[in-house]
């Protein structure tokens, strides 16, 4: 994979919903260029992989200096098409706009990159790549859950939201709870802040970043607000921190 993409600024729903209301006046720089490498340029399954990201402005000027969001120049997301795989990393910064990151693929099948990067003196950004993962692909069927609770790992996670209608904002509230039952109080910041939610389409051309409300809480409610732009279904991945583990927690709900 050596493959070359442009991007697009994030409206909304991006990770700067925290930063929104500052006065600096920033230039939108258009139709960034950005280049994908990946080596082995033939990507497996379970393979360790590294990716590379290369990023110019459009008349091919390297650009130089990013700023950190949430404690990192980069976040990427990897999906699988059939919303059955979800990786957040986040690629380092080598220099000359090149960013670089390690990974192995746990499932075949086609995947879609989200890069979400802020340049100096210009808006957030999102670059989005496709990817082939080789080997024997299953697919899964996206379906609605019917309850919005699940068990991962020693604890136990609740989403409370009203029927999601587009365009309509609306309150998505996280509940955490111990093995035990008892509500947790003591969330530990996750890139600092109490948890990160990515919501993405069935269809993957729609791509929502959202945090929390109260960055700073420690639960059990973990709160959050947006929109849906289009209806349809929708897989939401929430992430936790507590007790120096990550916890991540997939739900998929139906937008009417």
């Given at each position: 994979?050596?493959?070359?993409?442009?991007?697009?600024?994030?409206?909304?729903?991006?990770?700067?919903d925290?930063?929104q209301?500052?006065?600096d006046h920033?230039?939108?720089?258009?139709?960034?260029q950005?280049?994908?490498?990946?080596?082995?340029?033939?990507?497996?399954?379970d393979?360790?992989?590294e990716?590379?990201?290369?990023?110019k402005d459009?008349?091919?000027?390297v650009?130089?200096?990013?700023?950190?969001v949430?404690?990192?120049?980069?976040?990427l997301?990897?999906?699988k098409k059939?919303?059955?795989?979800f990786?957040?990393?986040?690629?380092?910064?080598i220099e000359?706009g090149?960013f670089?990151v390690?990974?192995?693929?746990?499932k075949a099948?086609?995947?879609?990159?989200?890069?979400?990067?802020?340049?100096?003196?210009?808006?957030?950004?999102l670059?989005?790549?496709?990817?082939?993962?080789?080997?024997?692909?299953t697919k899964?069927?996206?379906?609605?859950?019917?309850?919005?609770k699940k068990?991962i790992?020693d604890?136990?996670i609740?989403?409370?939201l009203?029927?999601?209608?587009?365009?309509?904002?609306?309150?998505?509230?996280?509940?955490?709870?111990?093995?035990?039952?008892n509500p947790?109080?003591?969330l530990?910041p996750?890139?600092?802040?109490?948890g990160?939610?990515?919501i993405?389409?069935?269809d993957?051309?729609?791509?929502?970043h959202?945090?929390?409300?109260?960055e700073?809480?420690?639960g059990?409610?973990?709160?959050?607000m947006?929109s849906?732009?289009?209806s349809?279904l929708?897989?939401?991945?929430?992430?936790?921190?507590?007790?120096q583990?990550?916890?991540t927690?997939p739900f998929?709900?139906?937008?009417?």
């Amino acid at each position: 994979m050596n493959e070359h993409s442009t991007v697009s600024n994030l409206q909304g729903h991006s990770m700067m919903d925290s930063h929104q209301g500052h006065t600096d006046h920033k230039e939108n720089i258009p139709k960034l260029q950005v280049d994908w490498t990946a080596n082995p340029h033939t990507v497996k399954v379970d393979q360790e992989t590294e990716i590379f990201i290369d990023i110019k402005d459009f008349s091919g000027k390297v650009i130089e200096t990013f700023l950190a969001v949430h404690e990192k120049e980069m976040h990427l997301l990897a999906i699988k098409k059939d919303l059955s795989v979800f990786q957040h990393l986040h690629p380092q910064y080598i220099e000359k706009g090149r960013f670089h990151v390690k990974t192995t693929f746990p499932k075949a099948g086609e995947y879609k990159f989200y890069a979400d990067f802020l340049p100096e003196g210009a808006n957030q950004q999102l670059a989005s790549h496709e990817l082939v993962v080789k080997g024997l692909e299953t697919k899964e069927e996206v379906v609605p859950d019917k309850l919005l609770k699940k068990e991962i790992d020693d604890l136990t996670i609740e989403l409370i939201l009203p029927k999601a209608k587009v365009d309509e904002h609306i309150s998505l509230i996280f509940t955490l709870y111990d093995k035990n039952g008892n509500p947790i109080t003591e969330l530990e910041p996750y890139l600092g802040s109490a948890g990160h939610v990515v919501i993405v389409s069935e269809d993957m051309n729609e791509f929502l970043h959202v945090h929390p409300v109260d960055e700073n809480t420690k639960g059990p409610d973990v709160e959050y607000m947006t929109s849906f732009p289009r209806s349809g279904l929708y897989k939401i991945w929430g992430q936790f921190k507590y007790k120096q583990q990550l916890y991540t927690v997939p739900f998929v709900i139906e937008v009417k």
